[in-house]
């Protein structure tokens, strides 16, 4: 049992499964719409399944124009998810992309309006496209386990998926902290540009974190308990512009491992507003960094090719930012100076 379209125009309303294969979803083309289980705002009962493309072997979307809005994940592997290409915008009451097991990214252009978590896999990889992300609790997730449907609150504070107990202490308290624990998962950052706005971690890794290229931006919690950039493993930074915001709580935590490249990470010690300009320019004036916020910050994390491990570099906030931005991103020679806060070293 596999579906493959082609092209033409698809237009489903399903009060379960939209699409769904018992092994494998093929799409390479067509203009699909589908809306599944009353849509991203429904409460599903616990046996209910209301996934928006569903393949039990493989998803597999080489192009097309997708819109799925789902009450449960918009697309569903319980092995694996590849997207080549297309045009696909989600918004679902539980996670926008799932699989068990793997998560691949090679093109295409990705908008989540509306998710409990973005992509979700064992092991993720992002090689190419343009992915923007808002998510309810993290960004970028990977952890061991299987989708069990059905088990979102009404307001979506609870995940359907259930990655290890509840509770870290004795007897499994509900209340008690979960242990932390490295795990063989993996999120490989090849290429592409990842924007991701999230109530909860912008990346969260069981295991470990590599990034050898493309563009990262992630603006996280501003609650205090939850990071830009979470890995229980290490995070590597081999190549590519990682900046990250969050607020800073007990939990805060940067760029760790053997990187080659030269990485930031500051406390302020104070919350700024959302909007604030963050620069970072060499001692003799070369900028560095130039972005904009987009949510109240006292963490930030930055590492780039242009940062070079031992050296200092100057911190100003405030000021303003000129030219167009991508995500927030400005050219770094686009400031008019702000206020020189203290200088940091690149680790």
């Known amino acids: 049992g596999y579906i493959v379209v082609a092209d033409g125009t698809i237009d489903i309303t399903a009060g379960g499964d939209a699409i769904q294969a018992e092994t494998d979803v093929v799409i390479t083309g067509g203009d699909i719409d589908v809306s599944a289980g009353g849509g991203s705002t429904a409460t599903l009962g616990t046996d209910d399944s209301a996934k928006g493309i569903k393949g039990a072997v493989s998803v597999v979307i080489e192009g ?7 009450a449960d994940d918009a697309i569903h592997s319980n092995v694996a998810i590849t997207i080549n290409d297309g045009s696909i915008d989600l918004a679902t009451g539980d996670d926008a992309i799932h699989a068990d097991e793997t998560v691949e990214v090679n093109g295409g252009i990705i908008t989540v309006s509306e998710s409990y978590e973005g992509l979700e896999a064992a092991i993720i990889t992002i090689n190419d496209g343009d992915i923007q992300i808002t998510a309810s609790d993290d960004g970028l997730n990977v952890a061991g ?28 308290d509900p209340g008690a902290a979960g242990e932390e624990t490295v795990g063989d998962y993996h999120i490989y950052l090849n290429g592409g540009t990842v924007v ?16 050898t290229g493309g563009t990262v931006v ?19 930074m081999l190549g590519g512009t990682l900046i990250g915001t969050n ?27 959302a909007g604030t300009v963050i620069h970072f320019e060499t001692t003799d004036g070369d900028g560095v960094l130039t972005f904009a916020a987009s949510k109240e910050f006292s963490v930030v994390v930055f590492s780039s090719p242009d940062l070079v491990p031992g050296e200092t570099y100057d911190v100003y906030l405030d000021g303003s930012s000129s030219g167009e931005s991508i995500s927030g991103l400005y050219g770094s020679d686009a400031y008019e100076p702000g206020t020189l806060v ?3 070293t690149a680790s």
């Open 64 to 70: 097309g124009t997708i819109a799925v809005d789902a």
């Open 145 to 172: 386990g299987t989708d069990g449907s059905g088990e979102l609150t009404a307001d979506g504070t609870e995940s359907a998926d259930r990655f290890g107990p509840v509770g870290g202490g004795p007897g499994g």
């Open 196 to 211: 991701v706005d999230a109530i909860g971690d912008g990346i969260d890794s069981n295991g470990d974190v590599v990034m």
């Open 218 to 236: 992630l603006s996280a919690a501003t609650n205090g308990r939850d990071n830009a950039a979470d890995s229980n493993g290490t995070f590597e």
């Open 247 to 273: 607020v800073d709580g007990r939990v805060s935590e940067g760029v760790e491992g053997t990187s080659t490249q030269g990485a930031i990470y500051l406390t302020t010690r104070s919350i700024y507003a």
């Open 342 to 344: 203290g200088t940091v």
